[in-house]
T-cell receptor, first 117, second 114 residues
Framework: EAGVAQSPRYKIIEKRQSVAFWCNPISGHATLYWYQQILGQGPKLLIQFQNNGVVDDSQLPKDRFSAERLKGVDSTLKIQPAKLEDSAVYLC???????????????FGPGTRLTVL | DAKTTQPPSMDCAEGRAANLPCNHSTISGNEYVYWYRQIHSQGPQYIIHGLKNNETNEMASLIITEDRKSSTLILPHATLRDTAVYYCIVRLPNYGGSQGNLIFGKGTKLSVKP
């Protein structure tokens, strides 16, 4: 079974530029998550989708971050404009569906490392 | 904030058992204990989870105390490839909302040495 795919793996941009990250979850997984991981810290949830609807975006800086999952499968996360403090690894995770621990376990992709200069 | 406390770092000799402790004294009755690990430059990897019984899978064993206020992850024969940051997380099951989201702390950096 293929895992969560993310691209690109690395991205370097100047501050005030825009950037987009792509995630393809495990096939059949209804729930998709984006996390931000700053160096030396654990991942922090940015947004959670259930199919193509947003369940939780309370930690997403909506003035500059946006995310969509239009067809309920793959998802994009965008930052516009980027700031220096956005330098981090952006992780995508997916789970089968809510309801029980054996179905809502999250599986993570390799992440995209963003450097903002 | 994370509801768990873990030592920041531990060492283990290759081939020996690695026992990683976690305190979760405020865990509620329906919260599960989850363990993930993150190898350098990779995303977190699910290891195991449990509610109150001890659990074992092909990767590890999870021992939860009877009062559920602490747990231990056991890697029975640690290898160099087990060097990683190990995260202990308590969470509710996700019933469709956000209440079961993972909240990561800083974890324990396990170094397996030859």
């Amino acid at each position: 079974e293929a895992g969560v795919a993310q691209s690109p793996r690395y991205k370097i941009i100047e501050k005030r530029q825009s950037v987009a990250f792509w995630c393809n979850p495990i096939s059949g997984h209804a729930t998709l998550y984006w996390y931000q991981q700053i160096l030396g810290q654990g991942p922090k949830l940015l947004i959670q989708f259930q199919n193509n609807g947003v369940v939780d975006d309370s930690q997403l800086p909506k003035d500059r971050f946006s995310a969509e999952r239009l067809k309920g499968v793959d998802s994009t996360l965008k930052i516009q404009p980027a700031k220096l403090e956005d330098s981090a690894v952006y992780l995508c995770a997916s789970s089968l569906h809510p309801g029980a621990p054996h179905t809502d376990t999250q599986y993570f992709g390799p992440g995209t490392r963003l450097t903002v200069l | 904030d994370a509801k768990t406390t873990q030592p920041p770092s531990m060492d283990c000799a290759e081939g020996r058992a690695a026992n990683l402790p976690c305190n979760h004294s405020t865990i509620s009755g329906n919260e599960y204990v989850y363990w993930y690990r993150q190898i350098h430059s990779q995303g977190p990897q699910y290891i195991i989870h449990g509610l109150k019984n001890n659990e074992t899978n092909e990767m590890a064993s999870l021992i939860i105390t009877e009062d559920r206020k602490s747990s231990t992850l056991i890697l029975p024969h640690a290898t160099l490839r087990d060097t990683a940051v190990y995260y202990c997380i308590v969470r509710l099951p996700n019933y469709g909302g956000s209440q079961g989201n993972l909240i990561f702390g800083k974890g324990t950096k396990l170094s397996v040495k030859p």
